[in-house]
């Protein structure tokens, strides 16, 4: 029933968003995501549990803590929100990373926990742990493994491999364009850690997907700078993250599906 299923994305996605923001505190200190129990980042105190009920509890606190009064940051209180909202778009797409099989709804909603964790962390820190980039790695090739054997087992190493050889084109992409770049500019046109979570999507989405998600990257991530500098939010030297970006792209090849990126450049083509 349509009810149950939303309550049911709503409850998972509440809880693994709040997952989230810890993931997001802990992991650039590189604390244990499970101990010591939940506290106030300021006044360092337990919080009992009623405090920390998904949305609720940020409501009811009006976004401070109980104790110290210290302000709790609404970005919080949106990613308990915002994941839920995925879960549920998760179950209305397709389900394709590419033309070669169906992801099913387990795999798509791993695969954007990993998207969030990274591009909030990158958006907070201008880095991408490396915790992130080899577990989410790791996750993904198993993921293609084990997909791939539901049809044979030379299918499921033929996918492996395939995904494999699409994570390291990914990564020497990115590091080869920075490099060059920076003989002309003189400056790196992107971070250390893009190359290796150009990786880790690729271990997901293949080939054609890696490439894909670069360049509607690429393409979201000019658009924006384009925006931020024109409304002057934006200085020329500042760096901005561009995992989000990334995470842009993969998400929507995810739930689109390659052949639909495909038809619509395409239809674009012959316009032009």
Not at 147 to 170: D, P, Q, R, Y
Not at 196 to 203: A, C, E
Request: aromatic letters at 14%; glycine letters at 8%.
């Amino acid at each position: 029933m349509p009810g149950i299923d939303f309550t049911i994305y709503l409850l998972l996605g509440l809880c693994i968003g709040s997952f989230i923001n810890v993931a997001r505190y802990r992991i650039p200190k590189k604390e244990s995501l499970f101990w010591p129990p939940s506290h106030c980042n300021n006044c360092e105190r337990n919080l009992y549990w009623f405090y920390n009920i998904p949305v609720l509890s940020w409501l009811y606190l009006r976004g401070r803590c109980a104790y110290c009064d210290s302000k709790i940051p609404f970005g919080y209180l949106s990613i308990e929100i915002l994941t839920p909202v995925i879960f549920y778009l998760n179950s209305l797409s397709e389900l394709v990373f590419d033309d070669r099989y169906p992801v099913n709804l387990i795999g798509i909603c791993t695969f954007s926990v990993l998207l969030l964790i990274a591009s909030i962390i990158d958006y907070d820190h201008l880095i991408i742990p490396n915790d992130i980039i080899i577990a989410g790695s790791t996750l993904g090739l198993v993921y293609t493994f084990l997909i791939g054997i539901t049809s044979s087992l030379n299918h499921a190493i033929t996918t492996l491999f395939g995904n494999l050889l699409a994570a390291i084109i990914g990564f020497f992409l990115i590091e080869l364009t920075t490099y060059i770049i920076s003989l002309i500019i003189n400056k790196h046109a992107f971070g250390a850690g893009d190359s290796k979570y150009l990786f880790m999507i690729g271990s997901w989405l293949g080939i054609k997907g890696m490439f894909f998600t670069l360049l509607i990257a690429i393409y979201s991530g000019g658009l924006a700078c384009l925006i931020l500098l024109s409304l002057r939010k934006l200085k020329r030297s500042q760096k901005i993250p561009f995992a989000p970006f990334l995470s842009i792209g993969a998400y929507s090849v995810c739930t689109l599906g390659v052949d639909f990126w495909m038809q619509l450049i395409n239809r674009i083509y012959a316009l032009s």
